[in-house]
């Protein structure tokens, strides 16, 4: 099973809200990752989490804000975007972060700033 | 810098019509060399994991290939539910605690019937 699961499938919010998207893998997977991609563009890398911890930032805004509450869940908790930030995001595991290791991605969330 | 790059941006074929897509990269400390598949609105989907130059690997109407400078995704007799978004990925060395990726912008493969 390579089955990466994410929660909600679409999310609709405006500037002020406060939201999380979930996103959860029973393989065994010790990185986890956030991904932001837009129409059109390929997979932009957000974070890295290796063994819970975070390994990677690309420079994200601190809107962004990830957490990693244990091995399995991977959540990302969002504050004060803005429209630009409307995009699919996407999670993805591997069994380690060397970047040997096959990243399997989960279906994404669509998530639109108002 | 390092830098993946993809062509076709786009190609269209007709189903049975065999053609290749090209990954060319430029990147220190590569790891490996990934190849997926996307559906508009999802996921990648993996397909392939290359690590070294000379290696090959199928599966069904696709056969990926490495060298040192680029990667082919050879399509053979394709159909229409080949459709899709193609992307390859090149993940590098970036700590000693994590790999890192870098995308190529894709290829957009239409088959029609």
């Known amino acids: 099973d390579t089955e990466v699961t994410q929660t909600p499938k679409h999310l609709v919010m405006g500037m002020t809200n406060k939201k999380s998207l979930k996103c959860e893998q029973h393989?065994?997977?010790?990185?986890m990752y956030w991904y932001k991609q837009k129409a059109k563009k390929p997979p932009e890398l957000m974070f890295v989490y290796s063994y819970e911890k975070l390994s990677i930032n690309e420079s994200v805004p601190s809107r962004f804000s990830p957490e990693c509450p244990n091995s399995s869940l991977l959540n990302l908790h969002l504050h004060a975007l803005q429209p630009e930030d409307s995009a699919l995001y996407l999670c993805?595991?591997?069994?380690?972060?060397?970047?040997?290791?096959?990243?399997?991605f989960g279906p994404g969330t669509r998530l639109t700033v108002l | 810098e390092d830098q993946v790059t993809q062509s076709p941006e786009a190609l269209r074929l007709q189903e049975g019509e065999s053609s290749s897509l090209n990954c060319s990269y430029t990147?220190?400390?590569?790891?490996?060399l990934f190849w997926y598949r996307q559906d508009p609105g999802k996921g990648p989907e993996f397909l392939f994991t290359l690590y070294s130059a000379g290696e090959e690997k199928e599966k069904e109407r696709l056969k990926a290939t490495l060298t040192k400078k680029e990667s082919f995704l050879h399509i053979t007799a394709p159909k229409p539910e080949d459709s899709a978004t193609y992307l390859c990925?090149?993940?590098?060395?970036?700590?000693?605690?994590?790999?890192?990726?870098?995308f190529g912008d894709g290829t957009t493969l239409t088959v029609k019937p």
């Open positions: 393989m065994g997977h010790r990185a």
């Open positions: 990147v220190s400390g590569l790891r490996g």
């Open positions: 990925a090149a993940f590098l060395s970036y700590n000693t605690n994590a790999g890192k990726s870098t």
């Open positions: 993805a595991s591997s069994q380690e972060s060397r970047g040997t290791d096959t990243q399997y």
